[in-house]
């Protein structure tokens, strides 16, 4: 995956949603396949999370990730660099208007630490209600 993108789950049009969940994937990973057993693209954890929380709007978020950009041949961006990159992203979409919660396996784990702490640590009126709205995390094999 090159580019950052969110994914919405959730395709019903509805009431406007009480809060997001968003799903990120870790290293080696990507916003479907980590999210679902090896061949088994309907046992999606997303979608069935999305069925019980009909109030709630969920997402998967993508991003480069693959190992081999981790490398020092000058293809990978450093992780605040990514993170405030998927700061800005999201905040672009649309995202900290509402209560929030992130599922972060591995990697991404790393990476939402990173996105709070450089949206609380920075001054940038924009991104204070995304910081503000999130109520939660959940890391999944994620190095502390």
């Known amino acids: 995956m090159s580019e950052v993108s969110l994914r919405r789950v959730k395709q019903d049009e509805g009431p406007p949603p009480s809060a997001d969940i968003i799903f990120v994937h ?3 990973g990507d916003s479907t396949d980590t999210w679902h057993p090896k061949g088994q693209p309907d046992a999606f954890w997303p979608g069935w ?12 978020l993508g991003y480069p ?3 081999t950009r ?3 041949d000058g293809s990978a961006m450093a992780l605040p660099d990514r993170a405030r990159n998927i700061l800005d992203y999201l905040v672009n979409s ?3 208007g509402h209560p929030l ?12 630490k990173q996105v709070l702490r450089i949206g609380y640590e ?3 009126p924009q991104w204070k209600p995304l910081v503000a709205n999130t109520k939660g995390v959940v890391f999944l094999a994620t190095p502390h």
């Open 26 to 28: 870790g290293l080696g």
């Open 49 to 60: 999370l999305a069925e019980d929380c009909a109030d709630t709007m969920i997402w998967t």
């Open 65 to 67: 990730a693959e190992a």
């Open 70 to 72: 981790w490398t020092d």
């Open 94 to 96: 649309g995202i900290g």
């Open 101 to 112: 919660m992130f599922i972060a396996h591995s990697l991404g784990g790393l990476l939402v």
């Open 122 to 124: 920075f001054n940038v």
